[in-house]
């Protein structure tokens, strides 16, 4: 069983800053891709940011200036340092990571539960 587990939601202030973590747990081989997603109330969900195991990063071209993804390999864990929060970043943002499994031939791809983010003053 592989499990990821997010934290670090909450309620921030316009201007202010959140740090997201989500760590990887369970029988795992290894860990190729990681992201971020989030989803707004009526929205589907889109990608925020992703980062390969040898630390390629692609970004959603409106929150590359304020956002940061980064992650430690060794303790299978993701993180999205959050800048200059805006209103409209207010989503459940999701964690995403394709893990290969312990005797599996491939990966497959394994979402968190969602931890809410609510930008408001």
């Known amino acids: 069983q592989v499990q990821l587990v997010e934290s670090g939601g909450g309620l921030v202030q316009p201007g202010g800053s959140l740090r997201l973590s989500c760590a990887a747990s369970?029988?795992?081989?290894?860990?190729?891709?990681m992201g971020w997603y989030r989803q707004a109330p009526g929205k589907q969900r889109e990608l925020v940011a992703t980062v390969t195991s040898g630390g390629s990063t692609v970004y959603a071209v409106s929150m590359k200036e304020r956002f940061t993804i980064s992650r430690d390999n060794a303790k299978n864990t993701v993180y999205l340092q959050m800048n200059s929060l805006k209103p409209e970043d207010t989503a459940v943002y999701y964690c995403?990571?394709?893990?290969?499994?312990?005797?599996?031939?491939?990966?497959?791809?394994?979402w968190g539960q969602g931890t809410q983010v609510t930008v408001s003053s």
């Open positions: 995403n990571a394709l893990i290969r499994r312990v005797g599996a031939a491939t990966g497959i791809y394994y």
């Open positions: 369970g029988s795992i081989f290894s860990i190729n891709v």
